[in-house]
């Protein structure tokens, strides 16, 4: 394992004589204010607290999926996501979570968003089916990747200067082999600057993975004259003296206009 990364062994905590990483605000990013208590009403006690702003997120997500908003952000506690998780789970099916940064992501895609996804899935599918048809080595091991689609992935590898929790994520696409424990392939699309981060993305898949998640294809369709960009991320591995550091490098990348 290199230098810059380690499992995680301890639920909630920091690594020891760690900084944690300055956190950056996320576009859309909403912050929900705790409901004041009338003046006739007694306080609020402390444990309740997660409780409303449970509710809160629940109510920003509904207006965020009435407005069609593809990519919505909305900082939640982890006691928080834990009273909800069984309602976001039946009524918003694809979230992610980093309960190290206590971020909630609603994924509610535009059908084209869907459509262009699915279309490329199915693609990459028929090309794996194509190599394990030829046979050999690199066509046994087609035959053993399947596609995941947008499956729930949980980062847990950890991250050095953050607490150790898992991170949710839900990709557009994934590939993975049965004998690994993450995808190797996983395709994030977003659609018209819907806000989502692709890099940021990225880096979370490789990082947190430990470089088990070989390659993130991001794709940022935009119309009416704007640039389009098809990126692919992998992991680097950099070596001073005898310790070995992880990155997340993007090294391909095609512009279009459409």
Known sequence: ??????????????????TPEPHTTPKHHIHL??????????????????????????????????????????????????LISRSLENGFRRHDFDRGAG???FRMPSPVHDFFSTFLADDIHDWLKRVAAEGGESGEFAAKIANGGSSRIFLREGDLGRPCEPVRRQPDAQFQHDHTAYPGVVVEISYSQDGKTLEKLAQDYILLSNGDINAVIGIDINYGGKVSTVSVWRPLYTREGHDEYLEAEQRVAYKVRL
């Open 1 to 18: 394992m290199d230098a810059g990364r380690q499992p995680c062994n301890t639920q909630g905590l920091e690594t020891q004589n760690s």
């Open 33 to 82: 204010p705790p409901t004041p208590p009338a003046t006739d009403e007694p306080p609020i006690h402390a444990s309740s607290v997660p409780f409303l702003d449970g509710v809160q997120t629940l109510e920003a997500a509904r207006k965020a999926s009435e407005q069609s908003t593809p990519w919505t952000q909305v900082q939640l506690d982890p006691t928080a996501y834990d």
């Open 103 to 105: 971020v909630l992501s």
